[in-house]
């Protein structure tokens, strides 16, 4: 029997983009913690993720201590270490990400090394355009897999892109390859796909949507990994999956479109190795905001459901 999918999600009011950081009232802890009890129900805990930006060498410190103020919780994080630094410092990348998983790889579930470094243009929501991002992914996931290594470490070491539409034909995928050789597919533990769509890129109908997922998963499983060496046996984990309400965007269709990707791949699980989905995000950063990134979530940002609220846990109970 395959494996059952893992369900993680964001859990605060918060989302990177183009124009900044998108954020609105303040999250409420004890809302959160109701919330996402309520949606796994009797169930596996759901996986919570979790962002850290590092700047540069002078931020190594205090992103340190966010990364221990984070573990010290004792919540199982899929912890996100983000690389902005616009001078490009990739030695001392690589030396914080492996601080990260030697002292805190025993306490964290997941350590994603860099958040799409091969989108480029948007540096308020991707690594991508930061300098030498490539080579912040490949010696920052040695460095932490060396580490994990090293200190027996638990933690599973990843990364996370955004789709390719002609991987191939992109500097990103062979720099990758020729920086990293072979140590880098052995170092990586899953390879995670951030994907949207109807969100960014064409519109797609709720009719083509089941397609749509299934050239998302087989084009980066048959496509994009194996330019890096990165064989079947490693899993794919959908490290961010959502959909805004807003104008022309009802919350009954995000129920819908929810539903049909979730479907999507959990039947694919199996063929194509995929163990992970998580939600982006549980909460609208400000639901009084028409902007694209600012209704996310499948609650309100007074925490109030949206009608896709109730179908997930319907669907984490069903699909586990």
Same mark, same amino acid.
């Given at each position: 029997m395959p494996q059952p999918l893992t369900f993680g999600l964001f859990p605060l009011g918060l989302a990177g983009s183009p124009d900044g950081v998108a954020? #609105?009232?303040?999250?409420?802890?004890?809302?959160?913690?109701?919330?996402?009890q309520y949606l796994q129900g009797d169930g596996p805990p759901l996986l919570a993720r979790m962002y850290v930006s590092w700047t540069g060498g002078a931020s190594t410190a205090?992103?340190?201590?966010?990364?221990?103020?984070?573990a010290?919780?004792? =919540?199982?994080?899929?912890?996100?270490?983000?690389?902005?630094?616009?001078?490009?410092?990739?030695?001392?990348? %690589?030396?914080?990400?492996?601080?990260?998983?030697?002292?805190?790889?025993?306490?964290?579930?997941?350590?994603?090394?860099?958040?799409? %470094?091969?989108?480029?243009?948007?540096?308020?929501?991707?690594?991508?355009?930061?300098?030498?991002?490539?080579?912040?992914?490949?010696?920052?996931?040695?460095?932490?897999?060396?580490?994990?290594?090293?200190?027996?470490?638990? %933690?599973? =070491?990843?990364?996370?892109?955004?789709?390719?539409?002609?991987?191939?034909g992109n500097a990103f995928w062979p720099a990758v390859a020729r920086l990293g050789g072979p140590a880098f597919a052995d170092a990586v533990d899953y390879a995670g796909l951030d994907m949207y769509p109807d969100v960014f890129g064409p519109p797609v109908t709720l009719d083509r949507l089941d397609g749509a997922v299934d050239w998302l998963l087989r084009s980066f499983r048959e496509e994009v990994l194996p330019?890096?060496?990165?064989?079947?046996?490693?899993?794919?984990? =959908?490290?961010?999956? #959502?959909?805004?309400?807003?104008?022309?965007?009802?919350?009954?269709?995000?129920?819908?479109?929810?539903?049909? =990707?979730?479907?999507?791949?959990?039947?694919?699980?199996?063929?194509?190795?995929?163990?992970?989905?998580?939600?982006?995000?549980?909460?609208? %950063?400000d639901s009084s905001n028409d902007g694209l990134f600012h209704q996310f979530g499948v609650l309100r940002d007074d925490y109030s459901p949206k009608p896709a609220f109730e179908r997930l846990r319907g669907l984490f109970r069903e699909l586990r």
């Open positions: 954020a #609105g009232p303040p999250d409420d802890v004890d809302q959160i913690v109701r919330a996402v205090s992103t340190l201590a966010q990364v221990q103020e984070l010290a919780a004792q =919540i199982p994080w899929d912890l996100v270490l983000c690389y902005r630094d616009p001078a490009g410092d990739v030695a001392g990348w %690589a030396e914080f990400a492996a601080d990260v998983a030697r002292g805190h790889g025993h306490q964290l579930a997941a350590i994603q090394v860099t958040g799409e %470094a091969n989108l480029t243009g948007i540096p308020d929501a991707a690594d991508g355009a930061f300098p030498r991002a490539d080579e912040a992914l490949v010696r920052g996931m040695l460095a932490a897999a060396d580490a994990k290594r090293d200190s027996g470490a638990t %933690a599973a =070491i990843g990364f996370a892109v955004s789709p390719e539409v002609n991987p191939a330019i890096t060496g990165i064989g079947p046996g490693t899993p794919i984990r =959908i490290c961010e999956n #959502g959909w805004p309400t807003g104008p022309g965007r009802t919350p009954e269709q995000q129920a819908d479109v929810l539903e049909i =990707i979730l479907r999507a791949v959990h039947a694919r699980r199996e063929e194509l190795n995929v163990t992970h989905w998580e939600l982006f995000t549980l909460r609208d %950063a």
